[in-house]
């Protein structure tokens, strides 16, 4: 933990554990004395978010895996059993499909915040990769999980991320069929994706506790990316944390309600409220929406091969930008030209997840013969998922490393102290200093 | 502030842009004004009743409804909810009109196959014993169970109300196959049967379902007039609610919840306010 322990044992029995076991000072250390910069704004109240979702997730996953049945016969009615006959089942099973979505909302959310403050940046690059890792693990878990409903998406969704793997040379159709447990997508599949679905939130809950971890050795970063100097830069995170992450949480949940008691279905898909059926194919294949980005890289390459090197590459990236990102500055409040090609990355994330949604021959826009190029249409999704996905690769692998050598930086102010208004757009002319000699 | 605004905005468009935008070749759905939409959306008790008597006087031939039990029909906030019996299976009407059906059973003496008049336990008998006996009697088509029909199709109740009333007259140049019919709102492409001009291909497309229903076919025990339109309504009103039988519970628990969190959420606000007094920031 960042200082020396703050922690003073009051009863005789706190004493006596304490020379044994020091949890009681491990929880207060880590969650009451814990020193937090003092100008962290709501960017920042996502971990806490994140935090209580994998929690709820976790919860409500226990209780449904009672009421479950692994079956390809059975899943299905299974699940409608849940929502009609369990006492409450439709609220926890709204909870958890709903929950999913908010949980990745809020990843994304904490991702581009770190993005933009530059919280993956020295000391703090091994923090970043566990967060990769979490990110990663989410992926799986989610994909396992949307597969046990075992409606028309789920199996057809499915098959088509179980044959990626199969386009791996050598090792890739062992894989598969490993995943399947046989030759096609089956029984099998079904349970041992059941297993997993179940095994991996406690992994991902074991990252997280590195991941804390990681982030109490160097302490918080901060928006103005500059490290704490004194005890006057920081307020103990109980209560100034818990309260300020309460209401954000308070807030977050009101938004997660919203979802569960009001559109429970809006951000899945109709299909699969139908069985699986392996004879009939629907006839749009989409991912959830907080994969339809990648699904937009993979699909913006012709060979197949090559799309799921650039699909795992985008998220790839991820682990390397630690070592990309030449910019001594951490935070992008004082990079104003990086400031709009971030910007303009997170708007592309987000053409992606439009491009991923729709189908690769649609016109972007309606009733315009564009031209041939290529092959296919200009005004095509293919087109536009290809310029946003190499807009993806060139943020990172180009404009990253250029800008922190290229630009010129705003000053950067001494402390996070002082001045106590220290947005660059109100920082007083005296208060600065040379950019270039701070890590 | 206002960057904050912005980003939110973005994030929002991004929410509401996600669900994928499938495009039939259907005309878009009508819309129907049901008196379950939105958050304080409840069911019309009367046409749920309706409704179940039109699935059940003509839907249930060929469509099975796998999901319900006869008990649901008397659960709070199904079509025939009584407030005097809590308990569904002590309906009386609820097991009158179980008992209208028959229901396959064994015997447990004899070990033989029987029929007998069904429980409110009883799920609601399959119209076919298989797969193979629904796509003989129904000219190879398979009529798929209704129990979550209305989340299963992209616009639910309305998709359903289109469909069913959608039977319009067949265009001239389009060449209907045997056993197949066309509707306007059913998704699919016509290229293939149309002769006419391949610039206008019409919408919609084959369904192998006859239209189902007339004016005057389900006599409605409240006098309500029984049009194609009246009977199409009730029967997707109550395809929806057996689709989302808690749909009025959840909404009802959802308003307490948001209440709750609305009042948490300005008393968490005010304590912030005053844990943080006196900390620049």
Redesign the interface.
């Known amino acids: 933990m960042a200082g020396p322990s703050t922690y003073e044992p009051k009863s005789g029995f706190e004493r006596w554990l304490d020379t044994r076991l020091p949890i009681v000072r491990f929880g207060y250390d880590t969650i009451v004395s814990f020193p937090t910069p003092?100008?962290l704004n709501?960017w920042w109240t996502f971990g806490g978010i994140l935090a209580l979702m994998l929690g709820i997730q976790i919860v409500t996953g226990i209780v449904l895996a009672m009421h479950y049945a692994p079956h390809v016969d059975l899943a299905f009615?299974s699940i409608?059993r849940i929502?009609?006959d369990v006492n409450y089942g439709?609220?926890i099973q709204?909870l958890h499909a709903t929950g999913a979505s908010m949980f990745f909302?809020a990843v994304y959310?904490h991702m581009f915040r770190g993005l933009y403050y530059g919280s993956y940046k020295a000391p703090r690059e091994v923090l970043w990769l566990l967060g990769c890792v979490i990110y990663l693990l989410m992926i799986a878990t989610a994909f396992f999980g949307y597969v046990l409903p075992w409606g028309q998406m789920s199996f057809h969704g499915a098959v088509v991320i179980t044959n990626l793997i199969g386009s791996i040379p050598v090792i890739g159709p062992h894989i598969t069929t490993l995943l399947w447990g046989g030759f096609a997508l089956d029984n099998p599949t079904l349970n041992r994706f059941f297993s997993l679905h179940y095994l991996l939130p406690f992994v991902i809950a074991g990252v997280v506790a590195l991941h804390i971890w990681a982030l109490h050795v160097p302490g918080n970063g901060n928006p103005k990316g500059i490290e704490v100097k004194s005890k006057d830069d920081t307020?103990p995170f109980h209560?100034?944390y818990t309260?300020?992450d309460?209401?954000a949480i308070?807030?977050f949940?009101?938004m997660y309600?919203?979802f569960?008691?009001?559109a429970?279905?809006?951000?899945g898909?109709?299909?699969n409220?139908?069985?699986a059926n392996p004879l009939v194919t629907p006839?749009?294949i989409?991912p959830e929406?907080y994969l339809?980005p990648f699904y937009a890289i993979l699909r913006a390459v012709p060979d197949k091969l090559m799309g799921v090197i650039a699909m795992f590459g985008a998220i790839g990236t991820l682990f390397v930008l630690p070592w990309l990102d030449t910019s001594k500055v951490r935070s992008m409040r004082y990079r104003p030209a990086m400031r709009l090609w971030f910007l303009i990355f997170?708007?592309d994330c987000?053409i992606l997840?439009?491009c991923g949604?729709?189908?690769p021959d649609?016109a972007v826009i309606a009733g315009l013969a564009g031209p041939q190029f290529l092959d296919a249409n200009l005004n095509s999704f293919v087109w536009l998922s290809r310029i946003a996905s190499l807009y993806y690769f060139v943020y990172f692998w180009v404009i990253t490393p250029v800008m922190g050598l290229t630009e010129t930086p705003l000053p950067i102010p001494e402390g996070i102290?002082e001045p106590?208004l220290s947005h660059p757009a109100v920082t007083p002319a005296g208060a600065v200093s040379s950019p270039e000699k701070r890590g | 502030m206002l960057r904050?605004a912005i980003?939110f905005a973005?994030?929002g468009?991004?929410?509401v842009?996600?669900?994928?935008?499938?495009?039939t070749e259907g005309y878009k759905h009508r819309e129907v004004e049901w008196s379950f939409t939105g958050?304080f959306g409840k069911f019309d008790t009367a046409q749920l009743q309706r409704g179940y008597k039109v699935y059940r006087e003509v839907c249930s031939a060929c469509h099975s409804m796998?999901?319900l039990y006869f008990r649901?029909l008397g659960q709070k906030g199904g079509p025939f909810y009584d407030p005097e019996y809590k308990n569904p299976n002590d309906n009386p009407y609820v097991k009158a009109l179980a008992a209208d059906i028959q229901v396959p059973d064994i015997d447990g003496e004899t070990g033989d196959a029987i029929q007998r008049a069904a429980g409110t336990a009883d799920k609601f008998p399959r119209p076919f014993p298989n797969e193979a006996a629904a796509r003989a009697s129904n000219g190879g088509a398979l009529p798929?169970?209704l129990?979550?029909i209305a989340?299963?199709?992209?616009g639910g109740p309305d998709y359903i109300y289109s469909l069913l009333t959608g039977y319009a007259p067949t265009p001239a140049g389009l060449k209907v196959g045997t056993g197949q019919h066309y509707n306007a709102y059913m998704?699919g492409d016509l290229t293939a049967a149309w002769s006419g001009d391949p610039h206008h291909v019409p919408k919609g497309g084959f369904i192998a379902m006859a239209p189902p229903l007339k004016n005057g076919l389900v006599t409605f025990d409240d006098k309500s007039p029984s049009t194609l339109e009246q009977q199409a309504k009730d029967v997707s009103a109550f395809l929806a609610w057996a689709?989302d039988?808690?749909a009025t519970?959840?909404?009802q628990?959802?308003?307490g919840?948001?209440i709750y969190?609305?009042l948490?959420?300005i008393l968490?606000?005010f304590?912030?306010k005053r844990?943080?007094k006196g900390?620049?920031?």
């Open positions: 003092k100008n709501y009615d409608q929502k009609r439709w609220l709204g909302l959310i307020v209560p100034y309260v300020k309460s209401f308070s807030v949940l009101l309600g919203a569960v008691f009001y429970p279905d809006a951000l898909d109709a299909a409220y139908i069985k006839q749009h989409v929406w339809l997170v708007l987000i997840g439009f949604a729709r189908a649609d102290s106590v | 904050k980003a973005a994030l468009l991004a929410l842009a996600v669900p994928a935008a499938a495009s958050p796998s999901q649901n798929p169970d129990s979550v989340k299963a199709r992209e998704a689709a039988p808690k519970e959840r909404k628990f959802g308003l919840a948001m969190l609305f948490f959420s968490l606000w304590s912030y844990v943080w900390v620049a920031h």
